[in-house]
């Protein structure tokens, strides 16, 4: 890399995209898209996101959908919930207002893009986009997935699989929780949404006017997780929350499903889940009784086109970054191997 790129264990998570043999890296700290040769290692280019101007992406770009290499999606924080189509030279092309007046509330239904590798999906003229939300008023009513459509720019939220229907009010609020994951698989016209804390992957071929249930459990994670004691209204303020959330470690002891990927290339999909710290070690730590946290594991699932598990390989976090580096190629999954202190390599390893 350059002096100018980090790796997504400096800058957020990024994200990472093969396409016709090179690999897009969402660079955040320097605002620009890096694009490397897939054999070589070699920057072939960099496309600049424009801060303001008429070519202006937003102030802070945080995930991307690349279609083609002139038809890359960006979405910035905090730049009105609008996502921006541009060019291999940074020029936007379009623009799209993901805010969705809300005629029963008199408001609107929003939220936020989640960076990661299920942002955003593409099927047809459509534009399926993961929303991030902590109303309960919002995902009581819709699911936490929106449909943009690129030709008249109309916006469409479907009703179901909500969002941890019957146990939403006990799930602490933590992003980590409440960001799905959403992909495609265009040769048999498939759209699949995941839930973090949902065994099951929902697949619909209609863009869920209807949708199958397919439960994939992954045996490192418990039948049930972990949950609030009671419902979130019933806290006393905000001290008997927080407090709550520390005592139990729910960021630490709850296992959860964080990437969902279809490899076009395999038929295949790839699941990567958290598996969960032990309560035990969780409590000695918090008491003193012990010194550290053991390292984060990860889980990664391959599932075929029919929907079963083939296996389950778990991963170390000291080895390995699979929370932001992960992406597809005609060899398989990658994930982006740890470098400790240099800041001057991103090294992949296939996820065999």
Known sequence: ???????????????????????????????????????????????????????????????????????????????????????????????????????????????????????????????????????????????????????????????????????????????????????????????????????????????FISFQKHNLKSKYLPDKPTLLPKPLTEFKGSNEYRETLQNYGFGITVGYYKSLLFNKYRNTYYRVAIIPHDAKEFRDYRNGTRDKLSSTLYVVMTINENFEVMSEKVFSSKELNLHGGLFMSPEGLWGLKHQGDNEDVLEFELLK
């Open 1 to 207: 890399m350059d002096s100018n790129t980090a790796g997504p264990d400096f800058s957020q998570e990024g994200g990472f995209v093969y396409k016709d043999g090179r690999v897009y890296y969402l660079n955040v700290l320097s605002r620009e898209i890096k694009v490397f040769d897939f054999k070589s290692g070699e920057i072939v280019s960099s496309i600049g996101l424009e801060r303001a101007g008429p070519n202006s992406v937003g102030p802070e770009p945080s995930a991307f959908f690349l279609h083609t290499k002139d038809s890359i999606f960006i979405y910035s924080d905090f730049f009105g919930d609008r996502v921006s189509l541009i060019n291999s030279k940074g020029a936007v092309l379009s623009r799209f207002d993901l805010s969705k007046p809300d005629a029963n509330e008199g408001g609107v239904l929003g939220g936020v893009v989640p960076s990661g590798v299920g942002s955003f999906t593409l099927m047809g003229s459509s534009l399926f986009v993961s929303r991030s939300t902590y109303s309960l008023k919002i995902l009581r009513r819709v699911m936490p997935m929106l449909k943009l459509n690129l030709v008249d720019k109309e916006l469409e939220y479907k009703s179901a699989p909500l969002l941890y229907s019957g146990f939403l009010d006990r799930v602490p609020q933590y992003e980590s929780f409440l960001n799905p994951d959403v992909t495609s698989d265009n040769a048999r016209g498939l759209l699949l949404i995941s839930y973090p804390l949902d065994h099951a992957i929902y697949a619909s071929d209609d863009g």
